[in-house]
C-alpha cells in the first residue's frame, strides 16, 4: 500500500497564497493520475481539483476556478496545488489521491486507490 505524503499548510490570512505539495515515497506518482480533495465539517469532503497523469489535463470545480492551480512535476513524482486569493471558506483539510487506472483524474473519492494523511489549511486573521 502507497501512502501519499501532502505538505503545506498552515494558517493564511484571507486573499493569501498557500501551495501544498504531494508526493509518493516509493510509489509511481508519475503514472497516476492525482486529485486534491477538502473536507471540513461543514461540506464534508469535496473533490476540487484533477490533474491526468501528463498534467495536459486539469479539472477545477467552480468554487475554486481562476484562484487555485494544480500542476506536476513528472520527473520529481510532485503535485502542486498552488492556492491563491484564499477565503475563509477555504478552510479545510486538504488530501491528495492517486488513481493508478484512469489516465484522467476522477472526480469521485472512491474511484481514488491511494491517499495521503491531510495537511490543515486555515484561512482566518
Known amino acids: 500500500q502507497v501512502q501519499l505524503e501532502e505538505s503545506g499548510g498552515g494558517l493564511v490570512q484571507p486573499g493569501g497564497s498557500l501551495t501544498l505539495s504531494c508526493a509518493a515515497p516509493g510509489g509511481n506518482m508519475k503514472r497516476w493520475s492525482v486529485g486534491w480533495f477538502r473536507q471540513s465539517p461543514e461540506k464534508g469532503r469535496e473533490f476540487i481539483v484533477g490533474i491526468s497523469r501528463s498534467g495536459g489535463s486539469t479539472s477545477y470545480v467552480d468554487s475554486v476556478k481562476g484562484r487555485f492551480i494544480v500542476s506536476r512535476d513528472n520527473a520529481k513524482e510532485q503535485v502542486f496545488l498552488q492556492m491563491n486569493a484564499l477565503k475563509p471558506e477555504d478552510t479545510a483539510v486538504y488530501f491528495c489521491?492517486?488513481?493508478?487506472?484512469?489516465?484522467?483524474?476522477?472526480?469521485?473519492?472512491?474511484?481514488?486507490?491511494?491517499w495521503g494523511q491531510g495537511t490543515q489549511v486555515t484561512v482566518a486573521w
Open positions: 489521491a492517486a488513481d493508478v487506472d484512469s489516465y484522467y483524474a476522477p472526480t469521485i473519492s472512491r474511484d481514488y486507490d491511494y
